[in-house]
């Protein structure tokens, strides 16, 4: 919105600074930080007085967890109510990938903020069934995926750009649908399983999301894109306005997330913030890089499916419990341990995810 302001400019002005998507990135993430640092105690008071016992705790998790009855849930809406305010404020509204990505997150949000909200109201851990998520998931990634092929250059539509392999493509055609939905919806409940201890899932997020930005504003430049020989993708600069308001509000959360978290993200926070990751790597056509810097979501994942198929195969588990995170409590790692080497683990992830923009 601030964007206009550049109406007013000679070109030599404080008015022209928000023709730059810098500036404005960093006005994102200023403007979401103070937007959870104002909102963030107010909204816990609300949820802490609306929802009584808070979110309810599963009787065959992890012992440590039990003192953790009566934390209030939904502290997504803070995130999300910070993305939200200040890439508007910030962003360029004429960016249609801009809205594409918007629109996924708060469709994610709603879904999980219906999932929440049947937890707290019957006070079990069911929510919403899950074909229902499911379903509406499928809807919302076949809808991104075809507003992001719709916006994209020809000689990308319903392409796979490999992420080391700088002039490959590959074209997947009619599969690139069902593809969009493994990357969106994978995403968005790959985060939600991650979101198990205090302050595990909404650093990881931060950091891949904080990636797939520098990522989107240099696909966004042609003499970028020339110089780490990588696909050209119009428009996608302004994603790092979101990422940057992501940050931003993320930080706000995690100032009242931190162990012993005064409010949980609840799936209102965690299936929004994973449906922002898969579409923001569908927008700037590295779903294959997310898989890396979003490894560690991989493994949350993947943890739970192994445990599952193996159990119901042999009767036996791989882990002591999935996801992966329980593990490691099970074995006698302290919450806080987990939280921070994981965190490290999302580091080096993100590290590597941005080196392949400059492999040969």
Not at 208 to 217: R, V, W
Not at 257 to 262: D, E, G, L, S, V
Not at 301 to 309: D, E, K, R, Y
Request: hydrophobic residues 50%; glycine residues 12%; charged residues 15%.
């Amino acid at each position: 919105m601030l964007y206009w302001l550049t109406g007013l400019s000679d070109g030599g002005d404080f008015f022209n600074l928000f023709r730059y998507i810098t500036f404005r990135a960093g006005g994102a993430f200023l403007t979401a930080l103070v937007f959870g640092f104002v909102f963030g105690k107010p909204l816990i008071n609300v949820l802490r007085k609306k929802q009584g016992k808070g979110q309810p705790i599963r009787d065959d998790g992890p012992e440590g967890h039990f003192v953790k009855a009566g934390t209030p849930t939904m502290g997504g809406l803070l995130i999300v109510g910070a993305l939200l305010t200040s890439t508007l404020i910030w962003a360029r509204w004429d960016n249609p990938f801009v809205w594409l990505v918007l629109f996924v997150t708060l469709s994610f949000g709603l879904i999980g903020f219906a999932d929440d909200y049947a937890k707290v109201s019957k006070q079990n851990t069911a929510g919403v069934p899950g074909k229902v998520r499911l379903l509406l998931g499928i809807l919302i990634a076949i809808i991104a995926a075809m507003w992001a092929s719709t916006y994209h250059p020809e000689a990308l539509q319903n392409q796979l750009a490999m992420p080391v392999f700088k002039d490959t493509l590959i074209n997947l055609g009619y599969f690139y649908v069902p593809f969009s939905i493994c990357v969106v919806v994978g995403t968005a409940n790959a985060v939600n399983l991650t979101d198990g201890l205090d302050g595990l899932a909404i650093m990881p997020v931060m950091i891949a999301a904080t990636t797939l930005g520098i990522i989107a504003y240099a696909v966004g430049r042609v003499d970028f894109t020339e110089y780490l020989d990588v696909h050209y993708v119009p428009g996608t600069g302004e994603i790092l306005i979101f990422t940057a308001a992501l940050f931003g509000g993320g930080l706000g959360f995690l100032w009242y997330n931190a162990p012993p978290a005064a409010v949980f993200m609840g799936d209102t926070g965690s299936l929004a913030l994973g449906g922002a990751l898969g579409a923001i790597a569908l927008v700037i056509k590295h779903e294959l890089v997310l898989a890396i810097v979003g490894g560690l979501f991989v493994v949350e994942a993947l943890s739970v499916i192994i445990q599952v198929l193996y159990y119901k195969r042999t009767g036996k588990r791989v882990f002591l419990m999935a996801p992966i995170h329980h593990h490691y409590e099970k074995k006698g790692w302290a919450e806080p341990t987990i939280v921070i080497r994981f965190w490290i683990i999302s580091l080096i992830l993100a590290m590597i995810g941005l080196a392949t923009l400059k492999v040969r």
